[in-house]
């Protein structure tokens, strides 16, 4: 193995994305994802999994039975499993894959785990057994080997965002080399819809027409749709891809939250605190305003949220935010996935940079005039990709990650001390 005095990292390290794992209405691959987006197909469809008889709601974005059943594992052990911990471990073995990256028992010190997830309210997985109550992070870990730090989050909606900046901020403090990170949620269940929709909260207008059900930034929108699904990465100091030899899909360059308190002690959603995410995680980056190609808006169809994030973006971005740059709604092909909603945004903007191609959005056809964006509603295009920030809002949170591709990083520093042996360095920190 490598030893200290073999191996230091930078006073700040770089913090690179080397794998991906998805599970999501639209496939479990980024190849099926984007086939999808390319193809103009909806992840939505009505919903199966229970009697919807008394809803108002009766769309949502399934993960399918087929995808549901993962075979690279052995059936004694998967199926004790929830549906969260089933799609997270499904997600992060996809995601450790696909990076390459091999966990041992010399090295799993510095390899961290930051998963946010959710627990299911259905009657029959409250029937198994108390063992399976562990979070989801706590069954990564484990199933991975994982011996490092590790965080699981609770399942808000700008966890799945927390849960990467979170992972990111452990390895710049250099309390990890490696990173497992992502969100799952999995809220398709009648409780679930029974609360959001006696909020107010969900879509109704479209039950006889599930593809077009989500409508973000559109003029007629109503809510939003639920949907369900995991996105897990592989984050790693750039010193350590590089000496891996891992490929690089992107790296993450700034990040930024913030809060709206509201007024006489109310938090409420705020487009100045919006922007101060957004202006947070630009500033972070290194990067000025011309340089952002696109933005991935968190707009899921909800009246005052999609309006309140669109004003957030002309206040950082000016006119440009309408001539000189994109913001696809992407959960307009698929729901919103909750916790997971960020991390997929992030999944598919990867994919769209490495074909620098602009993801579209579905269902706009009248736009809501105070919106005024380039949401690019008529498929996909060519165009280039190269800086892309990542939106995440919910109630009275802000998330914002900044990322950039590959071709567009800075200059990797020439004095990396990059041993002949390709493994994550022991390292006592």
Excluded at 3 to 26: C, F, M, W
Aim: proline share 5%.
């Amino acid at each position: 193995m490598v030893t200290e005095n073999q191996y230091e990292l930078q006073d700040e390290p770089r913090v690179v994305v080397t794998g991906i794992g998805i599970l999501s209405p639209l496939g479990k691959s980024l190849g099926e994802i984007w086939q999808a987006l390319e193809n103009n197909v909806s992840g939505l469809r009505p919903i199966t999994r229970f009697d919807t008889g008394t809803l108002k709601s009766r769309v949502a974005g399934e993960i399918s039975e087929s995808n549901q059943v993962d075979t690279r594992f052995k059936p004694e052990y998967y199926d004790q499993l929830k549906r969260p911990q089933r799609y997270s471990v499904s997600a992060a073995l996809s995601a450790v894959q696909s990076a390459g990256l091999v966990i041992t028992p010399e090295n799993s010190g510095q390899v961290a785990c930051v998963i946010t997830s959710n627990t299911p309210f259905t009657e029959s997985e409250s029937q198994l057994p108390d063992e399976s109550n562990i979070h989801s992070a706590h069954s990564v870990a484990a199933l991975m080997g994982v011996s490092g730090p590790v965080i699981p989050l609770s399942s808000d909606h700008l966890s799945g965002i927390e849960a990467i900046v979170e992972a990111t901020e452990l390895i710049k403090r250099k309390r990890a080399f490696v990173a497992i990170a992502g969100a799952t949620d999995a809220r398709i269940d009648r409780r679930n819809f029974e609360i959001n929709e006696s909020m107010g909260l969900l879509s109704t207008k479209h039950n006889d027409n599930p593809e077009s059900a989500s409508r973000p930034l559109e003029n007629d929108r109503d809510g939003f749709i639920m949907a369900e699904g995991s996105v897990v990465f592989v984050l790693e100091a750039l010193e350590v891809a590089v000496t891996r030899g891992a490929k690089i899909l992107a790296e993450i360059e700034g990040s930024a939250l913030t809060f709206s308190p509201g007024k006489e002690g109310s938090p409420d959603t705020d487009p100045i605190y919006i922007g101060r995410a957004i202006q947070g995680a630009l500033i972070a980056s290194g990067r000025i305003q011309s340089e952002v190609d696109a933005v991935m808006l968190d707009a899921n169809g909800s009246v005052l949220d999609d309006a309140h994030e669109a004003k957030a973006i002309h206040r950082v971005f000016g006119s440009a935010a309408r001539h000189h740059m994109y913001t696809p709604a992407l959960k307009s092909h698929f729901g919103d996935l909750g916790a997971a909603s960020g991390p997929l945004s992030m999944a598919i903007t990867l994919e769209a940079m490495n074909k620098q191609m602009i993801p579209s959005t579905r269902n706009l056809e009248t736009e809501d005039e105070d919106i005024d964006l380039d949401a690019n509603p008529n498929g996909i295009r060519s165009d280039a990709l190269r800086v892309v920030m990542i939106n995440s809002i919910h109630r009275s949170q802000n998330a914002t990650i900044a990322i950039c591709d590959p071709t567009a990083m800075r200059q990797i520093p020439e004095n990396f001390n990059i041993p002949d042996e390709a493994t994550i360095p022991e390292l006592d920190i």
